[in-house]
């Protein structure tokens, strides 16, 4: 078993009502059990904007950590329908928040936007999971690199404390798909992140680094032996608090 930190982050997407609060209760019962023998764990739920703050005030003895999904790029309040800001959703209960996720670069989340979003969302002492990845024509181009190299240096900033990012590497293509890279390509494109955000921040060490697409309870064994991987973000499997946990388990058999 390694003795590195490992995040194992869920994204409910749209998915949930306050009845599902059993599925955070159900995970956050085996993180406090577990504690003491995977003590090098740590587990993120990251749920729909309107449960929240329900969650949040059901867990008295909390083991694991709440965050949303998205935000708007305005920090505080303003006249924008339907939005919700960084500063409502801390207040609401979110300790972490996914931002760049495909799925909403691909509905208009530009990098530029996102700039703005990270940076309200570190304003109020969010912890961002920041997604990157390229698509699958993409790939085939040979534009991995570029695409992630553009996506890094266009919203991350030398100002901002790499201690509250996570980078998610997420290739486009690999999700819901049940695809995952090859262990080359997926050291590659690891070692390639941390190489660029370690001179964004002039630091010997860069944010962690976690994986995502088609992550599950059957091939996480996978990637066990790539040492560079600080994480999971999970999708689908997150909604079942068996596969989520047995996710966990599998990993550190």
């Not at 090098?40 to 904007?49: F, G, M, N, R």
């Not at 207040?91 to 670069?105: D, V, W, Y």
């Not at 509250?164 to 050291?187: C, D, H, M």
């Amino acid at each position: 078993m390694t003795n590195k930190l490992k995040y194992f982050i869920g994204n409910w997407k749209m998915f949930g009502d306050f009845s599902d609060y059993k599925i955070i209760y159900k995970i956050n019962q085996f993180s406090d059990r577990s504690k003491n023998i995977l003590k090098e764990k740590k587990i993120v739920l990251c749920v729909p904007s309107t449960l929240i703050h329900y969650f949040k005030n059901k867990l008295t003895k909390k083991s694991i950590f709440l965050g949303v999904q998205n935000c708007h790029h305005h920090q505080k309040y303003g006249p924008f329908t339907g939005a919700l800001s960084a500063t409502m959703l801390k207040k609401a209960g979110a300790e972490f928040i996914i931002l760049g996720h495909s799925e909403n670069r691909f509905n208009g989340d530009t990098n530029n936007l996102l700039n703005k979003k990270i940076s309200s969302s570190l304003n109020e002492k969010l912890k961002i999971i920041y997604c990157i990845g390229e698509t699958l024509k993409e790939k085939r181009n040979k534009k991995t690199f570029h695409v992630l190299k553009q996506q890094i240096n266009k919203c991350l900033k030398k100002s901002y404390n790499p201690n509250n990012i996570l980078i998610a590497y997420e290739p486009v293509w690999s999700i819901g798909t049940n695809k995952i890279p090859k262990k080359i390509e997926l050291e590659k494109a690891i070692k390639f992140i941390k190489n660029q955000t370690t001179k964004i921040f002039k630091r010997k060490k860069s944010p962690k680094v976690l994986y995502g697409g088609s992550v599950n309870d059957r091939n996480i064994r996978q990637f066990k032996s790539i040492s560079l991987i600080d994480g999971f973000l999970i999708g689908g499997a997150s909604h079942s608090p068996k596969k989520f946990i047995d996710i966990i388990k599998n990993y550190y058999k």
